[in-house]
């Protein structure tokens, strides 16, 4: 009961986020939009999934985990950050999607073979690394909805936060190689 | 793990995992292809021009009115080269960067070259940007007789955006982001090039100085 209490709060993170002066104060620029709001999400989806007693189908996790990681890059498309700003359902839509990436990543990532999950953990971390870079360095405006310094910001921010994921993937490899109790 | 359906490891479940995950990517793919014309556009900018189709393409009759007053066709600028390109007044970024760069450009041409060459100057805010804010600019620009500052005809800049394949999106606060790329027409009336901003007017006049 205490967890379907606190699922349920969780649960309120897309809604509140879409309250417009919420979105207002993400929307205002690029690295709270793309970055804080995205985080934001995809940590609410992962603690939603941590309290949701939900059964997991483990030979679906591959195709779950690739559901997850296209939904992410979608929203990383200049073209579709720019799609938020512009149409308040296709925010709705990224807010929800980025919800249920956090949420489909925290249930059937741990279901992959530790092999897998290093190998995802590190591309996914680089690739996150190498928006950043991309976004920092372009000298020429990607999204249209902000400015070029607000995309050099988002770029430079998110640069330690692919090191940062990609330090603690390296940190986890043992822990995930080390086969667990169950034999997985 | 308790709720955990267990695996199993007959071939039929397999091969249905392995076909959701197939699904999954080409779905997923192909809606990331779709989104970005074929991963060939990747920002609204280069989706618009890009959808517009490729080059040369014949370029649309628009219709619009000028600093003067007078409503004109684009196809009675045929027979010289036409550099279009829209802005707008209130712009603090790129739109004075892009002017300036015209202007430079077009007073660093020889006559004779000036006269095969006009700038079409399209205004994205028909509201503030009134003919006689538009002849104010024009007049601070140099007044050059073959650089047109224009609205469109009918106020409504939609046929020039998409017809061209320029992404205009209108801020809450008043600022208008839009595409600053140039489109040069050639006599014909066909686009036959399309030229980045980023060019430096240097650049902009030696790309150009090859058509005129």
């Avoid at chain 1, 308040?88 to 897998?116: C, D, K, R």
């Avoid at chain 1, 971390?125 to 991309?134: D, K, P, R, T």
């Avoid at chain 2, 790329?181 to 006049?205: E, H, K």
């Amino acid at each position: 009961m205490k967890n379907i209490c606190k699922l349920l709060i969780i649960a309120l993170l897309p809604a509140l986020l879409l309250l417009p002066r919420v979105d207002a104060v993400f929307s205002a620029t690029m690295p709270r939009k793309a970055l804080a709001e995205s985080l934001l999400l995809l940590l609410g989806g992962w603690a939603a999934s941590r309290l949701c007693p939900w059964r997991r189908w483990a030979r679906q996790a591959p195709a779950a985990v690739a559901a997850a990681t296209l939904l992410f890059l979608f929203w990383m498309i200049p073209r579709s950050i720019d799609f938020t700003q512009a149409y308040p359902s296709a925010n709705a839509l990224f807010v929800i999607s980025l919800f249920a990436t956090g949420l489909l990543l925290s249930h059937y990532l741990p279901l992959l073979p530790g092999v897998a999950r290093v190998a995802y953990a590190l591309y996914f971390s680089s690739m996150i690394v190498a928006l950043g870079l991309l976004y920092a360095c372009q000298s020429t405006l990607l999204c249209s909805a902000y400015t070029l310094e607000d995309q050099h910001a988002f770029g430079w921010m998110l640069v330690p936060v692919g090191l940062a994921a990609y330090l603690f993937a390296l940190v986890s490899v043992p822990r995930w190689l080390v086969p667990s109790a169950n034999g997985r | 793990m308790p709720g955990n359906r267990q695996p199993t490891t007959t071939l039929p479940t397999r091969f249905i995992a392995l076909l959701v995950c197939l699904l999954v990517l080409g779905c997923g793919g192909g809606v990331v292809y779709a989104w970005t014309w074929g991963f060939s556009a990747f920002t609204s900018y280069s989706y618009a021009l890009n959808k517009a189709g490729p080059l040369p393409r014949l370029a649309p009759d628009i219709s619009f009115v000028d600093q003067f007053g007078s409503e004109r066709q684009l196809a009675s600028l045929r027979g010289r080269h036409v550099l279009l390109h829209v802005f707008y007044g209130s712009c603090l970024t790129i739109c004075p960067i892009v002017i300036e760069q015209l202007r430079e450009l077009y007073s660093g041409l020889s006559a004779a070259q000036r006269s095969r060459l006009a700038i079409l100057s399209i205004s994205v805010d028909s509201l503030r940007d009134t003919t006689e804010r538009l002849h104010n600019l024009w007049r601070e620009e140099g007044a050059f007789a073959g650089w047109i500052m224009a609205q469109p005809a009918d106020g409504s800049i939609d046929q020039v955006t998409r017809e061209f394949g320029i992404w205009v999106f209108a801020k809450n606060d008043g600022t208008i982001n839009h595409s600053a790329d140039l489109f040069l027409i050639d006599p014909a009336g066909r686009i036959v090039r399309v030229i980045s901003p980023q060019a430096n007017s240097d650049r902009m006049r030696s790309d150009l100085e090859k058509y005129l």
